[in-house]
């Protein structure tokens, strides 16, 4: 583990190994020719200054960076392991394109006091892996998903609506998210909120299907489909409730 107190870095930065670095007060500025910072281990980034023009990166897949409140990430290993973390606000960004393993129909992202989950794609693609589902939940119910700046998509190519859709059983936030097949908001009782979302469906399924009781907000949809557009239904509901959509 090393730490820099109140430290100038100038120029091209590198640090190497898989060690842990500490970075305090420091201030990062561009030499002229170079401004630019690569992190090999894990580095922890506390009210620093990056000046402008000033860029940064994981320079391997293991590398971990916390910053502002956020986690930058370049492996399914990592994502994984963040998506889990016992905390109350979790606020992860991708630095490549990955993917998550969703197979266990009952896997629930957080703990029961995580409030607020926020997968920041960084206009990179999050895939779910999946043998079946591809649905997304949260440990604690009341809690929110908010997943922006990203292409999604599954690898499950058939099935009914619920194993084929990418399907949200949480309240959730999707923001400038480009979709490569159909959403499915799962969530009586819960509220789905669509901020500039595109979905393409190449197959004969529904856009996107709403299961009655879920509460859904729209402000820019773009649906391009080969099958049909958006269904609100109340199969598999026992007992179904209102359903707003607006």
Known sequence: TITFNNCTFIGFNAFAGDGTYYFNNCTFKHSGSYGHTNM????????????????????????????????????????????????????????????????????????????SIVIDGDNYKLTLTTSYWSRLSLANPEATLTLKNMTLTSTQTSGTWDSYDVTFKCNVELENVVLEKALAIDG?????????????????????????????????????????????????????????LK
């Open 188 to 244: 009586p009782g819960k509220t789905a909120k669509l901020t500039n979302v595109k979905i393409n469906e190449t197959h004969d399924y529904y856009a996107l299907w709403i299961v009655a009781g879920s509460n859904v907000v729209i402000d820019g949809l773009e649906v391009t489909s080969s099958g049909r557009g958006i269904k609100i239904d109340a199969e598999y509901v026992d007992n179904p409730t209102k359903t707003t």
């Open 40 to 115: 090999w281990g894990v580095g922890y980034f506390n009210n620093c200054t990056f000046e402008e023009n000033v860029t940064w990166a994981s320079a391997t897949d293991d590398a971990i960076v916390y910053m502002d409140g956020k986690v930058w990430v370049g492996s399914t290993a990592n994502l994984t392991k963040v998506l889990f973390a016992d905390q109350e606000n979790i606020h992860v960004v991708l630095n490549d394109d990955l993917s998550l393993d969703v197979s266990d129909s009952s896997i629930a992202l957080g703990t029961a006091k995580t409030k």
